[in-house]
């Protein structure tokens, strides 16, 4: 029982579930959980099993691993299944799957839709991660080490979270693995002051006393530190953000106080980096998903530099330039409460169709960016949101009619042969406007590149410094969401789509009250992309949770792979109450209009997800009165093969020892009837009725040895149920409760019948070997 560990196991489970806990602010909606702490529990429970078994850890190891598989497959891979196992069917399902969650994650920013793809892919992750867990913590009593693991889960997370993780989620990850180291090091915690030996009978009462004062010292210790690790990094100082260059979001003396603008000139070597926390503005929309929100479009570049277009002023048009009557929209409408932009800006979503400044005169850029005569504390803006369809974006062919300003479609000299030779290796041959701008943001949102506020130093090639800006972007692919902006612009220009860089903010973050709080940490810069018969659509290629959400427009759909029961999995998922009812019943598998029997017999025959929740509940439920069971049939057979009254009573006597020991109490070993007697009323304080039963346990156990025949005395059922549900009560419920469902009896039972059931095979195994061995009979 000792080796099972199931507290450590549970405790293993729990710190893994903290640690994977803070996925819940990338992934929405939260229905990977349930799957997730599924795959947990049988890590845990098959390796409470198994550690009961055998003493082998790599057959423990490999046992875990079958379960999950098992596990997961049932849960997930349903309808690919041989027979209720595994399938190469299912391995290929799988597989698309997971491919399908690397592209989602690359593709989408937080907070990502949590699919069937994506769920996979977390279970499988949280499921190796709990495996290790647990061999680490629980198989091999290594809880330090396994703190690696679970470290690196947590950071998995905070690392991709724009503003850092509460704190709520630290404390559990932290103190579940507290709990979990603590367990490993509770003796020589109780080892840090010696105890003086007591002759007194009380002596084991008074020891365990000062154990649990000096565990209980040592757990408020670690609550202590706990505490400390949280509450120092607020009270010590900071040093305020400082800016040597201009950036986005930074005020105008640099501390964050004051009037917030932004810069009309863009160096890709130095600007838009702002952390700062100054509020920017805050407002209200009726748009679900806001759109950023625009300030400048800068479409001159010159040698690093980007510039805001050139053109007067000129009156808003009541439809966006390049948008036809037959491409979808949708309106919306923003209200700002509290601006701090300076005169002459204004951050607005866009394409914008109506604005509302009050009293304050306001004019138009040919691009539809909004410049207000005077700074404004609140205003209204109306804005179009296009839903074009595939076909209209297929359409769309390379630049019959271009925008206004021809410059969208210039890019540097200097950089013509790198924009060409990239685009000769990124995009196929003869593909459509949309599928190179689809490509060349997939490309920049990869894996390959990664973000970053730091720039790399410009590499040495061929002995030649690489030019800083897109040259050495392009070769270290480390950067900000000024450099992907640009490379995304530069590129899509070099194919022939007109295109300009934009800057402003992120849509910032949702409050309580339903308005949204734009800081200056929220400076962000998109491209923007030129489409016949559509106008200019907003491409994001900066990477992860520091950029928007993709717009549906600049992701390729995923193709669904299509499987006997119907497609795997899409981007966006379908949800079954907007399926008509036959289709249901056909994805489901039982035929249309089939009789209420059949179906019945077909939902049996293939569970769905519930189903099989159900039923594993079942059998794990089955499972845990499984030990128990045994223990009974064990106690029940050995009382009846006792034959004789001495026989009756020395069983009795046994099983009371066994369930002692299964409660915690165990009589020295070799120690007389009496003397264990005497230790099991002492050291449990048993007393009165309870001291008395003991002693005609104790007694009638002694006459059964050692007196002559006939002379042993009445059945001591009644007085060994007594003394042991005495001793139960003065142990705590969780060792009670370890008492009843992990018996030493169940498990000496399950291993005499796992012996039983082999014994023939293994004796016809060796009755064969023994005949081939024999030398051949050459009589007659």
């Known amino acids: 029982m000792t080796r099972a560990r199931p507290l450590d ?132 009593r290594s809880p330090a080490v396994a703190g690696v693991p679970l470290l690196t889960a947590y950071l998995l997370s905070a690392a991709n979270q724009a503003h850092g993780l509460a704190l709520g989620y630290f404390v559990l990850a932290a103190g579940a693995w507290l709990m979990l180291l603590g367990r490993q090091g509770t003796r020589t915690i109780r080892r840090w002051g010696p105890l003086a030996r007591l002759d007194r009978p009380e002596r084991y009462a008074d020891e365990r006393i000062e154990a649990f004062r000096t565990a209980s010292s040592a757990r408020r210790l670690a609550l202590v530190a706990v505490v400390a690790a949280c509450a120092l990094p607020l009270v010590l100082p900071h040093l305020p953000p400082r800016y040597l260059m201009a950036g986005l979001g930074r005020s105008t003396d640099g501390s964050g106080a004051g009037g917030v603008s932004l810069t009309t000139t863009v160096d890709i070597t130095r600007d838009l980096v702002s952390q700062s926390t100054a509020t920017v503005l805050t407002y209200r929309t009726t748009a679900n998903a806001p759109d950023p929100l625009r300030v400048n479009i800068l479409g001159a570049y010159d040698n690093g530099q980007w510039s805001v277009l050139g053109g007067a002023a000129a009156p808003l048009p009541s439809t966006p330039e390049g948008l036809t009557d037959n491409v979808v929209t949708q309106t919306f409408r923003v209200r700002v409460s509290d601006n701090h932009l300076v005169r002459d800006q204004l951050a607005t979503p866009t394409p914008v169709i109506s604005v509302d400044l009050g009293r304050t005169p306001w004019t138009a850029d040919p691009n539809g960016s909004i410049r207000p005569s005077a700074q404004v504390s609140s205003y209204t803006v109306d804005y179009l949101r296009a839903d074009p369809t595939e076909q209209q974006l297929e359409g769309a062919a390379l630049a019959p009619s271009l925008p206004a300003d021809r410059s969208t479609l210039t890019i540097p000299a200097a950089d013509a042969g790198l924009l060409s030779a990239t685009n000769a290796r990124l995009l196929p041959r003869g593909a459509t406007p949309i599928q190179a701008a689809r490509d060349i943001q997939a490309w920049l949102r990869g894996p390959s590149f990664t973000y970053s506020l730091t720039l790399a130093t410009p590499p040495r090639v061929d002995g030649r410094r690489l030019r800083p800006g897109l040259e050495s972007f392009l070769a270290t692919r480390q950067g900000y969401c000024v450099q992907f902006a640009t490379a995304m612009v530069l590129l899509a220009r070099a194919a022939g789509i007109p295109a300009r860089f934009a800057s402003g903010y992120l849509p910032g973050h949702l409050g309580n009250d339903g308005t949204w709080t734009v800081r200056g940490s929220d400076a962000h810069a998109w491209a923007e992309l030129w489409f016949e018969g559509i106008g200019w659509l907003r491409f994001d290629a900066t990477p992860g949770a520091h950029s928007t959400v993709p717009p549906a427009w600049s992701v390729a759909p995923v193709e669904p792979a299509v499987t006997p029961t119907g497609p795997v999995s899409s981007a966006t998922p379908t949800t079954p109450r907007n399926k008509p009812r036959q289709l249901l019943e056909t994805t489901a598998g039982a035929p249309a209009g089939a009789s209420l029997p059949a179906r019945a017999w077909y939902a049996l025959a293939h569970p769905d997800g519930t189903v099989l929740s159900l039923l594993l509940v079942l059998v794990v439920g089955l499972g845990a009165l499984a030990l128990p069971a045994a223990a009974r049939a064990r106690r029940r057979r050995i009382l009846a093969s006792a034959v004789g009254d001495a026989r009756r009573v020395e069983a009795q006597w046994q099983e009371l020892i066994r369930r002692l020991e299964d409660l915690g109490v165990s009589p020295p070993i070799g120690a007389t009837p009496r003397q264990a007697g005497r230790y099991i009323t002492t050291s449990t304080h048993l007393s009165g009725e309870d001291a008395a039963a003991m002693s005609t346990v104790v007694g009638t156990l002694e006459r059964a040895r050692y007196a002559a025949p006939g002379r042993v005395g009445h059945d001591v059922s009644a007085q060994t149920a007594q003394v042991r549900f005495a001793v139960a009560r003065t142990r705590i419920r969780r060792t009670r409760a370890r008492a009843f469902f992990l018996p030493r009896d169940g498990f000496a039972e399950i291993r005499d019948a796992t012996a039983r059931l082999t014994s023939a095979p293994r004796q016809a195994w060796h009755r064969l070997t023994d005949l081939r061995g024999r030398p051949p009979d050459r009589s007659g």
């Open 9 to 140: 196991a549970t405790l293993a489970a729990l710190a893994t579930a903290a640690a994977v806990l803070p996925l819940t602010s990338l992934l929405r909606p939260w229905s990977f959980l349930l799957p997730v702490l599924l795959g947990v529990g049988v890590i845990a429970l098959s390796g409470v099993v198994l550690r009961a078994l055998t003493a082998s850890v790599p057959l423990v190891v490999v046992g875990q691993a079958v379960a999950f598989v098992l596990s997961t497959s049932w849960v997930h891979g349903r309808g690919h299944l041989w027979h209720g196992l595994p399938s190469p069917e299912m391995a290929q399902v799988f597989t698309s799957l997971l491919r399908q969650a690397a592209l989602l994650v690359q593709t989408y920013a937080a907070p990502a839709p949590a699919g069937r793809a994506i769920t996979l892919g977390v279970v499988v992750i949280t499921g190796l991660l709990a495996l290790v867990v647990d061999v680490l913590a629980v198989t091999s």
